[in-house]
């Protein structure tokens, strides 16, 4: 099947009651039993709901199995609590979310596991690697400057070497891009985003072989980080249109980017899809579409704060992917709990707008765009 039928089709289970189209929502946490060969509990990450939105994401992600979490973190958690453990050592990328970039620092050493972070390029990364190194992990594009990782030259050095491969897709979505076709072990996604889409909704996915994601989820259910019926009822509502919204934000930014790189009230424009984006032809190559993210630099006299402010159309909010446009000053919010040191070395500075473009006409976001810059 091809995507846009995967994600109306895989995984769903019609209502045998009545002959409903929908998946039949199931809220229950008491669950019979003696006829089925699985205990199964909301907690255990197995009910009805669950496996739908697992079965539909393993097809998306071309996975043989699927956990969908309670938030992005409580996946990233699942993964890396429920597949490290003392003495074990994780390369990570520099620049990933503020929020990953948090857990890593303050929490993985309080478990023995000790981290390096590399850039996105590939010998970077290697040379990263020690005896002990376990697992790499990645975000490509990264948020949120965009940086692109070469997945299947790193997919191949670490397979090599025995080491997990795992990577935060969230920006790319299941649409623009599939690790597990490059090599890559484990896929994590914060489903709050593009998943599902509409800006009402908290949750995760990890997606790879059964081995691992049993081996996450064995752990997950011990950290109690599950989703509820209902979030996985709308998760899965969602997913039936995440082709078509991604290729509609993929297009606007595409467009949104070009406008505003040519325009020369904007320093800088960080959008893989430019012809002069580092990652351009990786990119390229490893992914069909460039995404509705990117990132820019006003002019210096331009104030950021005062940019935000008189944009009218597009929403100043935390969080991307939904079918508004919205934009953010990572400084505040994603990059917050990064220290300023560490923000200045990777290029994250208070001039810089993160932009996650929506669905509504181009033309009307790029006119709200250009008539903020004054
Ligand atoms: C790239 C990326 N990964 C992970 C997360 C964490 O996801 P959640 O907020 O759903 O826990 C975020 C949240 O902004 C994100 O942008």
Redesign the pocket.
């Known amino acids: 099947m091809k995507k846009s039928t995967q994600a109306v089709r895989a995984g769903s289970r019609h209502d045998i009651n009545m002959g409903g189209l929908n998946t039949p929502l199931l809220p229950s946490s008491a669950i019979e039993y003696m006829d089925d060969s699985e205990v199964r509990y909301p907690r255990y990450f197995n009910t009805l709901n669950h496996d739908v939105v697992a079965d539909k994401m393993s097809a998306l992600e071309h996975a043989e199995a699927g956990l969908v979490t309670s ?4 996946a ?1 958690s699942a993964i890396l609590f429920g597949l490290l453990g003392s003495g074990d050592h994780v390369v990570f990328t520099e620049g990933l ?1 503020g ?2 970039h948090a857990l890593i620092v303050n929490e993985l050493q309080r478990f023995g596991i000790s981290h390096s972070f590399a850039t996105t390029d590939v010998r970077e990364l290697e040379a990263a690697c020690r005896p002990e190194t376990r697992m790499i992990y990645v ?1 490509s594009p990264s ?1 949120p400057l965009m940086t692109v990782v070469d997945l299947p030259a790193l997919a191949a050095f670490a397979r090599h070497r025995e080491i997990i491969t795992v990577i ?1 897709n ?2 790319a979505s299941p649409i623009l891009q599939n690790p597990l076709l490059h090599g890559f072990d484990l896929v994590m996604h ?4 593009y998943l599902g889409g509409h800006s009402d909704l ?3 996915t990890v997606n790879g072989s059964a081995a691992l994601v049993a081996s996450a989820r064995n752990h997950a259910v011990a950290y109690g980080g599950c989703l509820n019926a209902q979030d996985c009822y709308l998760l899965e509502r969602s997913l039936k249109t995440l082709e078509l919204r991604v290729q509609r934000q993929s297009d606007n930014a595409g467009l949104v980017a070009a406008l505003l790189d040519a325009d020369e009230r904007v320093k800088k424009v960080h959008y893989p899809g430019l012809e002069d984006h580092p990652g351009h032809a990786i990119a390229a190559r490893q992914m069909h579409g460039f995404g509705g993210m990117l990132s820019f630099e006003l002019a210096d006299d331009i104030d950021p704060i005062g940019y935000i402010r008189r944009l009218e159309l597009v929403n100043c909010a935390i ?2 992917g939904g079918v508004e446009t919205t934009i953010c000053q990572p400084v505040a919010t ?1 990059h917050q709990k990064v220290s300023e040191e560490e923000r200045q070395r990777l290029g994250i500075t208070d001039g810089l707008l993160r932009l996650s473009v929506g669905i509504e006409d181009s033309e009307d976001i790029s006119a709200d765009l250009l008539q903020a810059l004054g």
């Open positions: 938030s992005g973190m409580a990233i979310y929020g990953t975000e948020n935060d969230t920006f914060s489903g709050t985003k908290i949750c995760g969080s991307l994603s």
